[in-house]
């Protein structure tokens, strides 16, 4: 595999941006149906599913979708649901995509900015991979699993501590090419110095907890560093999916600090 590298970005004098995304194929899968964006400013991490060669060339549809739109220089919400019409169409044109269960899910963030021009995050999801945010030494979930298993816990049948070994467990409510397109669900973060975002499919959340992923950001500042981290712990705790994650940092030094609370 070849070395991980952290990428910056200095959007302002006040604001700079540092990325480092990896993927790796896990110890029991024969190939890798996960793929990832990384490229300012646009994070997303996309999980494959379908038979034989279906899952791959629906992540890979969909990320090259997006890629097209961030070169084109339009991030926006419609923007990307224009790009994942597209996406779905490449998908069910595609002379390998036979499974009609063939789909992908999609997860992630774009800096965008609010009406005062303050920069924020749009954080986007379909699917049951995740994006969670570290600020002071908190990890908080951003995004919503659309699963069943999510819905059982939040109808009180389940409690999240069954849902890992819940027969259900692997089973998505919305994806990307699966069904007629259902938009992502949007939600807006604001910035703050030293703030992470984790990008990940559930091949690091199978194996890695939310304290696992809080312990390696809080040991490793360099993202390249912490990404490689939460992989080589993903694979040595059985690696039984693929594993995709990208870690981002925030760098705002003239920020003031501030105690509030990143649920907010």
């Not at 991980?4 to 890798?32: F, K, M, P």
């Not at 939040?154 to 069904?179: L, Q």
């Not at 703030?195 to 992923?213: A, H, M, Q």
Request: glycine share 8%; with cysteine.
């Amino acid at each position: 595999m070849p070395e991980t590298t952290t990428q910056t970005h200095r959007v302002s004098d006040e604001l700079q941006l540092a990325w480092a995304g990896v993927t790796d194929r896990g110890r029991r899968r024969e190939n890798n149906q996960d793929s990832f964006l990384a490229r300012f400013p646009l994070f997303v991490v996309a999980d494959g599913m379908g038979g034989h060669a279906g899952g791959e060339i629906a992540s890979q549809s969909t990320v090259a979708r997006l890629d097209e739109m961030v070169g084109d220089g339009e991030v926006s919400d419609a923007a990307i649901q224009t790009a994942l019409h597209h996406a779905v169409d490449d998908i069910h044109l595609h002379p390998e995509t036979t499974d009609e269960g063939t789909g992908t899910t999609l997860t992630g963030a774009y800096l965008d900015h609010a009406e005062d021009g303050t920069p924020q995050w749009t954080v986007l999801n379909i699917g049951d991979s995740r994006v969670y945010l570290k600020r002071d030494d908190r990890l908080v979930q951003v995004t919503t699993d659309h699963s069943v298993v999510q819905e059982l816990i939040a109808s009180g049948k389940i409690s999240p501590e069954e849902a890992d070994g819940h027969p259900y467990s692997n089973v998505i409510t919305r994806a990307v090419g699966a069904s007629e397109l259902v938009p992502p669900d949007y939600v807006t973060v604001d910035l703050r110095d030293e703030d992470r975002l984790v990008i990940c499919s559930d091949g690091l959340t199978k194996e890695l907890t939310d304290y696992g992923i809080l312990h390696f950001l809080r040991e490793h500042e360099d993202p390249a560093e912490a990404a490689e981290a939460m992989l080589d712990a993903a694979l040595e705790n059985g690696g039984r999916d693929n594993v995709t994650l990208i870690v981002v940092r925030v760098l705002m030094p003239h920020s003031p600090s501030t105690d509030a609370d990143p649920e907010e």
